[in-house]
């Protein structure tokens, strides 16, 4: 066996938030390697919403999540209220489990039992991260009570990018600024010698991450192709507004559906960021900053986005990453935490200059199922159900699930069936917020179910309630808890 012959220096091509988070992962973990970033304009999305999962990220590369707040005017994000026009009230997808397991079975099986017995029980009162967030309360948990209440972020992508920007170059990152003219081949391999800037520089490397956003210029250079989802995401544009920073500082995103697209609020320490996304042949552009109303400061922004992933993730001798990979609706999940598991996934199969088929293989089907795991919870915002089958109302229109979504909610619709926990950052609660708030109410729950007394299970109805709202009233404030510990510093 010989010795592998290692890579010497890694390109990576786009210098938004997408670039410096790789640069930054590279450059802790391969430090024997010249990283460098080609600093060319990438268009990110101005405001994001994280995942729970996405803490891991910061984990892997030693940030301090207190100053990376304080850094990007970041909150917390406990999870997301959704409403429609049908349903102003809406529901929660909050980031924790609902109770507590009871002789081996699921505590929403029981709940599923006396929902059915007509108790007036809500789901949510035992959801420690529903109750905070309803609250507007936030503690950060210990470790091993995550289960019980996670949380995500919400964060300023430009201030979050240039936060990850100096930790990258205070590393030894490499920065070529300019825009990128054409990628140049090996005629033998097929794979990419170099990036050719339009100023005539020539960026040579051994491994390329295509960071460039939606153009996914080196995935299109070698003739990767893109799978559009459009028939599911329709609201193929997007207007942005400014406004001034909410008085309660609620650690949630906020969802509102409308007939053709949603509307969004996501909160940050020095402002709140209003979108709404449309599609283009249903809704009159100019007309649509008047759905915004007073909600906004300044110009409108717009933008237009193509959702959908692309055919493969890794391609000889490149991988892309967050939204050269793959664009979703972001009401759930986004460019952010499509990237961190890229980058979690490329470096557990780092290559050498070797044959890297297998490797590019597995990275392509870790990526696949985490990005459909996120497109299917997507999309499940938008399941109704008509003369009891599930199917996508959309823009007025009826259409059919992805096989993956209408298996997931048979599953469910039976006897409450939940899948494990999958990729894509989403566990067993996550689905069944999202499948309960939808209205998807299983015929009957799990046989297991019938092997604990009623009386016990009412006792740990109580029990539990009260746990949990006493736990909720001894957090601060989210506000509070922001001020105190990563308050905004310019």
Known sequence: ???????????????????????????????????????????????????????????????????MLARSGGTMRLGTRFADLARPGGYLHAFGDFGLEVGGVAFYQLWLRARAAGQPVDLDDYNLAAIAATMGRFARPAADKRAMMDYGYHLDTALYAAFLRSLALAQGVGCEAGEIGSVTRDGESGRIAAILLRDGRSIEGDFFVDCTGAPAVLME?????????????????????????????????SATAHLSGWERRLPLQHRTWHSFSFAPGETAEEAVPEALGDRGEGDPRFTTHRRGRRQRFWAGNCVALGAAAASIEPIEAGELDIASDGIAALLSLFPDRGDADAEGDEFDRIMSASIEAQRDLTLLHHVVILEGKAVLQMSGEARALPDSLAHRIKLFRGRGRLRPRDAGGFGPADWLAVLIGRGAIPASWAPLADTIDIPRAQQNFLRLAGLFRQSAETMPGHAAYIARHCAYRP
């Open 1 to 67: 066996m010989g010795e592998p012959e290692r890579l010497s220096s890694i390109v990576i091509a786009g210098g938004g938030v997408t670039g410096w988070m790789a640069a930054t992962a590279l450059a802790r973990f391969a430090p024997m390697m010249r990283v460098t970033v080609i600093d060319c304009p990438v268009d990110d999305v101005a405001v994001q919403a994280t995942l729970p999962a996405y803490k891991d990220f910061h984990a892997l590369i030693g940030v301090d999540e207190h100053e």
């Open 221 to 253: 250079a070698l003739d990767i192709g893109f799978e559009d989802w459009s028939g599911w995401f329709p609201s193929s544009r997007e207007v942005a507004v400014d406004a001034g920073v909410l008085p309660d500082l609620p650690p949630l995103s």
